[in-house]
């Protein structure tokens, strides 16, 4: 299901729920379930998160992978996603962690771009997740803190 999501990541809402619609037909293939599930139930039946978080976990590797100094990313990226002690020198608990988010006024004018919204969601990360020491387990990791997240927010719904 996560196939090309980096590409279909940023289309309009109606191609996105086009995508959910299908994956929610295939879980109710798959579990011989009635229509009338709701999507929640089956993706935590299944372990499987909706298209929006694995395309979350593949953009947030892209990210792992330029903080991480030990994978070389290519030269727009780095220059695209900055940290903290990239633009400045004074050393804090989490300069070498975080990323500088561009300012901007509307969410609708500079929010949905690839730097506001990486330096974003990377920051929102547990730091746990964060300074894991391979691509592998902070894959893994970040897959089950938004599995837990999902049947979390089922439960509280009950």
Not at 23 to 46: F, G, H
Request: hydrophobic residues 35%; contains cysteine; glycine residues 2%.
């Amino acid at each position: 299901m996560a196939y090309g999501s980096m590409v279909w990541d940023n289309c309009s809402s109606d191609c996105v729920q086009s995508i959910l619609k299908l994956q929610k037909k295939a879980a109710l293939i798959i579990l011989e379930a009635d229509r009338t599930t709701p999507s929640i139930t089956l993706l935590n039946t299944l372990n499987w998160l909706p298209f929006t978080r694995q395309s979350q976990i593949k953009w947030n590797t892209l990210v792992y992978k330029r903080v991480n100094t030990s994978v070389n990313t290519p030269n727009y990226i780095d220059r695209l996603l900055l940290q903290n002690s990239d633009i400045h020198q004074r050393e804090t608990r989490y300069s070498n962690t975080n990323l500088v988010c561009p300012r901007f006024t509307r969410k609708t004018e500079g929010g949905h771009t690839f730097t506001a919204r990486s330096s974003i969601e990377w920051n929102s990360i547990d730091m746990d997740i964060r300074k894991k020491t391979s691509v592998a387990s902070f894959k893994s990791n970040l897959y089950k803190s938004f599995l837990e997240k999902q049947k979390a927010t089922m439960i509280m719904s009950l």
